[in-house]
């Protein structure tokens, strides 16, 4: 069974950064974070392949976002700078059986419990 806790959420006002952590009991996994804001569907927002030497990122957070990984430690990062009243939503760490990472909700396989990031103008 693989647990997921993911930390860092809160409020911050538009242009802060905010840093989330994921904690997860695998190494070589692909992992990805994903949101979703009150009333849509949830979409993805980046996603690291397992030795952290590729990313992608979705339109809306390239070059705001950047993910990251330690293995050794079994954390995953999602460091959020010059946030946006849009960015507000819930944050969710995803893991995938697979050393390469994707893009679908459906690709991955165990999720945390999210948490709330709410962004002020």
């Known amino acids: 069974q693989v647990q997921m806790v993911e930390s860092g959420g809160g409020s911050v006002q538009a242009g802060g950064s905010r840093r989330l952590s994921c904690t997860a009991s695998?190494?070589?996994?692909?992992m990805g974070w994903f949101r979703q804001a009150p009333g849509k569907e949830r979409e993805f927002v980046a996603s690291i392949g397992w030795d952290g030497a590729s990313t992608k990122f979705a339109d809306a957070v390239k070059g705001r976002f950047t993910i990251s990984r330690d293995n050794k430690k079994n954390m995953v990062y999602l460091q959020m700078n010059n946030l946006k009243p849009e960015d507000t939503a819930v944050y969710y760490c995803?893991?995938?059986?697979?050393?390469?990472?994707?893009?679908?909700?459906?690709?991955?396989?165990?999720w945390s419990q999210g948490t709330q990031v709410t962004v002020s103008s």
């Open positions: 995803a893991a995938r059986e697979s050393v390469a990472h994707a893009l679908l909700i459906d690709d991955y396989d165990y």
């Open positions: 695998f190494k070589h996994y692909a």
